[in-house]
């Protein structure tokens, strides 16, 4: 019998969210075909992650899909994981070289240029290892991207957002809000409102999603014994755009 894994993500009212996120789940089907592929959600969508951990058996592992240790993953995730002693939880997807390069992607698609000043935008950061793993993101981007970037958040201790575009116009450059965000929704057009000249696409844009991502949570599913070091295993990879 193969091993269930549970892709647990945000749930979205907006379709294109979730049909993004469908085609995700589908994309990690097609790879993985020796592990049963089950999906879930924190909110707003159902099935919810508790009912399904209740409704299956065996050895399975939750995948928080997810860009950062937040709240959803150490408390709605970790504590239905608690229901069944044969549930674990790996790392969630972020931060990782590969949403760094996915990022570097949409900037290019975006046409963000050299000389831009790069805001990273999060959605609420509220957990010190939250916000730990924003600054992170943002220290993997600028390695990848080759200049300096910003972070503005949704919420929480960090620099807001819509502050952090109106600081970073204090260069006298062009802005351009780098989206860490998984899909599109309510979330993502915040970021698209925040006054920035430009905003990347989410790292699921519409289209077929990434090959580097989809591997990304292949690994994460793969990974025995439970969570996982992120975002330091290894220097950036080669950019294919």
Not at 12 to 35: K, T, Y
Not at 49 to 65: C, N, W
Not at 67 to 73: F, G, K, T
Not at 209 to 214: A, E
Request: charged share 20%.
């Amino acid at each position: 019998m193969n091993r269930t894994v549970i892709l647990c993500a945000h749930g979205s009212e907006a379709p294109r969210g979730r049909s993004a996120f469908a085609g995700l789940v589908n994309a990690v089907r097609r790879e993985a075909r020796d592990l049963d592929i089950v999906d879930a959600f924190v909110d707003v969508q159902e099935p919810r992650i508790a009912q399904v951990v209740a409704e299956t058996v065996g050895p399975r592992a939750v995948v928080p899909l997810m860009l950062a240790y937040d709240r959803p993953v150490g408390v709605d995730i970790v504590q239905a994981s608690h229901l069944d002693p044969a549930v674990s939880v790996t790392a969630p997807l972020g931060p990782d070289w590969v949403l760094a390069e996915v990022g570097v992607r949409r900037l290019f698609e975006a046409g963000a240029r050299s000389d831009d000043t790069i805001v990273l935008a999060a959605d609420v950061a509220t957990d010190d290892r939250a916000v730990e793993d924003v600054s992170k993101a943002a220290r993997l981007l600028s390695a990848v991207w080759g200049g300096r970037v910003h972070v503005g958040t949704l919420g929480g201790p960090d620099t807001h957002l819509a502050d952090a575009v109106d600081v970073a116009r204090a260069y006298g450059r062009r802005v351009v809000v780098s989206s860490y965000v998984l899909a599109p929704g309510a979330v993502h057009d915040q970021m698209v409102a925040s006054g920035a000249d430009v905003v990347t696409a989410p790292m699921l844009d519409g289209g077929p999603p990434d090959p580097r991502l989809v591997s990304l949570v292949v690994w994460r599913a793969q990974a025995r014994g439970g969570g996982v070091s992120v975002g330091g295993e290894t220097g950036p990879r080669v950019i294919h755009t």
